[in-house]
């Protein structure tokens, strides 16, 4: 990057803009060995215990969508960070930036769904800041939260634990969120099948650790960039491949609907209660009905497996058995144009 | 599905047998370029059937002039640029629309009827509505342009470069050079225009013209049906999407485009000037028209340096055989429209396809 570049959107998008943004511009600024693993959360040693420690800002419009609001989003988002790490989360901070002019109702149900959000997860916040700037200066209201939990004992989750022959399970149908807001955005005519799977994955996380302990290599929630991101990046972690099958990665029929009238590619679809959990091949049947069996994992799916590859790339087999590559979604998907 | 797929499989043989060589069938229309990559449809075809990715990416085929003029209306102050989301990473001479949305002007709208709206909620601004696209948009930027009219919205101005398929397809088939041996044609255009109007295709340059809609059943059944008439010389319109497309077309969206546009000559990156593909205001709505009203001057220009865009949308090259392709122009430093729009043939091929090709 040089001196006269500016920020673009597509520097937020999730994809390979922002990838550059933080290796070229961010991480040398406080270059330290636990950032520069830029994992979900940072896991740091207090006395005798492993903590995990993460935060992440929350800008959605619009505020209140089927399925959830920025509210809960903010609860949920930060919960899933820690608990995808293998971390029980203990307690939040919740921050926030407020456009003045905001309605005072406004502001009481965002904090009414936050705070059920958090109760229904057993996890109180316990601390926060508020400010307000000019109209114009923001738009409505952002939050920022930030979270710390108790790493599991048993959990052993990181990319080298990934090895081929490993199963990849995804806990139920993607890009329910990123669709829903655009179709809500956009005025469509779904809009009102379509529910945004905004919610925890701190329960399926907890037991799949519990119970498996170690056969469950990685977790990560495809949040930004959706399942292709995090595929992609599990293979350049790893440098394997990785084989999906298209007919095995549930999906909604409205939302595909959707993503097919605006032309998007539903692998890169935002989801905010979702997690894709990598284990052992002997033990994915038993991790798929853990999952099953869970509030938020009951449409969940083995889609697919690592595989040695001589170049790590991420392959769809589709529904007519070709082939294609999946990868990084690059910057914000534009809608086309017929 | 696999014994329609394998159906397909004996038809392409059969064509390939026929004419002695590798075939090739141009698809018109840029979201069939992008689901037959997303289906794997290029993997699961045998090596004899080419499939040409044609001029049907709205952006891909917009020339550089027009984008140059966009992007000095986006200077303005006095302006607010409504325009479809593929548009703003195309490269102009001086920058993007893109790297100016910090100026607060350029909104992105999913449809001319939000352009409309923007007219009415800002009413200090002039509104340009950056109206691109095929016969699919151009309806609605026709319904936007008389309903200012009628409400008599003074601020909304359109910038019309709508395009026609029809006379691209005969211009491509009178190159001398060309490699087209028949047409997969858009479904969304055939709705509105008729599956009638590839006719005068079929009768005078001999060549199979088949309407697919986008599922990639469909798209196959296409390519086996093309294949068929390939393998017998039996060249006819046909539609593998008849549920939605009628022989003579939507006859209203027809007449609202007749009653507001004239077809006039204009360019085509990459085609260059085509007789009667551009439609342009009538001089009734003359007081809507940006190029009347806001001094936009819109002259043809050359494609950037380097860019092969041009002969990709004529089916000349495949992407990777631009020099530039996966080197200096990628999706996040686009050097063409190609690369940029997500219909685009050099997206799709960047995207999709894997990488041991790519270095080809
Ligand atoms: S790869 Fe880039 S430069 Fe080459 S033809 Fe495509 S868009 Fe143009």
């Not at chain 2, 040409?52 to 085929?61: A, E, H, K, N, Y």
């Not at chain 2, 352009?115 to 026709?142: C, H, M, R, S």
Request: proline content about 4%.
């Amino acid at each position: 990057m040089t001196a006269g570049d500016k920020i673009l959107l597509a520097h937020g998008g999730g994809g390979r803009l922002t990838d550059e943004l933080i290796h070229s511009v961010i991480l040398p600024a406080f270059e330290n060995q636990t950032l520069n693993k830029l994992t979900d959360s940072a896991e740091i040693r207090l006395g005798k215990d492993n903590i995990c420690f993460t935060t992440d800002s929350y800008v959605v419009k619009p505020l209140f969508f089927n399925g959830g609001d920025i509210g809960k989003l903010a609860v949920c988002g930060t919960i899933n960070d820690l608990a995808v790490a293998g971390a029980k989360p203990v307690a939040l901070s919740l921050s926030l930036i407020i456009e003045e002019g905001l309605e005072i109702s406004i502001l009481k149900k965002i904090l009414a769904s936050a705070a059920q959000a958090a109760k229904e997860e057993n996890i109180s916040i316990v601390c926060g800041d508020t400010k307000v700037v000019e109209a114009g200066s923001a738009d409505k209201i952002f939050i920022n939260t930030s979270g710390v939990g108790l790493k599991l004992s048993k959990a052993e989750v990181g990319f080298e634990k990934i090895a081929a022959g490993d199963k990849i399970i995804v806990s139920g149908t993607i890009g329910d969120h990123g669709m829903t807001i655009m179709s809500q955005r956009e005025g469509m005519k779904f809009e009102s099948e379509m529910k945004s799977d905004c919610g925890s994955v701190a329960q399926i996380c907890a037991k799949e650790i519990e119970v498996l302990d170690s056969d469950i290599k990685f977790m990560r929630d495809p949040t930004r960039g959706g399942l292709a991101a995090t595929l992609s990046e599990i293979s350049d972690q790893t440098d394997l491949g990785i084989e999906i099958q298209e007919t095995q990665i549930p999906v909604n029929p409205t939302t595909q609907a959707a993503a097919d009238m605006l032309g998007f590619d539903i692998l890169n679809i935002a989801n905010e209660g979702k997690v894709v959990i990598v284990v052992s091949g002997q033990k994915a049947d038993e991790c798929l009905e853990i999952c099953k069996s869970c509030q938020n994992g009951k449409d969940a799916a083995i889609i697919g497996q690592i595989v040695k590859s001589s170049e790590p790339l991420v392959e769809l087999i589709t529904m007519i058995k070709g082939r294609r590559i999946v990868q990084m979604p690059y910057g914000r998907e534009l809608p086309r144009i017929c | 599905m696999l014994e329609r797929i394998n159906r397909a499989y004996i038809q392409i043989a059969r064509a390939q047998k026929s004419l002695g060589r590798k075939i090739n069938i141009m698809e018109v229309c840029g979201t069939h370029t992008v689901n037959v990559f997303r289906a794997g449809l290029r993997d699961a075809f045998p090596e004899g059937m080419r499939l040409l990715s044609g001029p049907g990416c709205p952006v891909c085929i917009t020339d550089q002039g027009y984008i140059d003029a966009v992007l000095s209306l986006a200077d303005r102050d006095d302006c607010i640029i409504a325009t479809y989301g593929d548009m703003i990473r195309v490269p102009g001479r001086n920058g993007s629309l893109e790297q100016r949305t910090n100026r607060g002007n350029i909104k992105i709208v999913l449809s001319a009827e939000d352009a409309l709206k923007l007219a009415k909620q800002n009413p200090d601004k002039k509104i340009v509505f950056v109206a691109i696209g095929f016969e699919t948009t151009a309806p609605a930027t026709a319904v936007i342009a008389n309903e200012a009219i009628e409400q008599g919205i003074k601020n909304l101005f359109i910038f019309s470069n709508h395009k026609l398929v029809i006379p691209a397809m005969k211009a491509l088939l009178s190159e001398k050079n060309h490699k087209i041996d028949a047409f997969m044609c858009p479904g969304h255009v055939s709705v509105i225009i008729g599956s009638d109007a590839y006719k005068p295709i079929v009768e005078q340059f001999k060549r199979p013209c088949v309407v697919a809609g986008f599922e990639p059943m469909q798209i196959v059944e296409a390519i086996s049906e093309i294949c068929r008439q390939l393998a017998d010389n039996t060249p006819a319109v046909d539609s593998v999407y008849p549920a939605a497309v009628t022989a003579a077309g939507n006859k209203t969206a027809q007449k609202i485009i007749e009653e507001t546009f004239d077809a006039v000559d204009g360019c085509w990156r990459g085609l260059g000037n085509i007789d009667k593909s551009t439609l342009k205001l009538k001089g009734k709505f003359s007081e809507l028209d940006a190029e009347k009203q806001l001094g936009v001057k819109f002259i043809h220009e050359e494609d950037l340096t380097g860019c092969q865009c041009g002969q990709v949308l004529c089916g000349l090259m495949d992407p990777p055989d631009c020099g530039l392709f996966a080197k200096s122009c990628t999706p996040d430093t686009p050097v063409g429209p190609c690369m940029v729009s997500s219909e685009g043939a050099c997206a799709a091929w960047f995207k999709y396809t894997r990488r041991k090709r790519r270095n080809q």
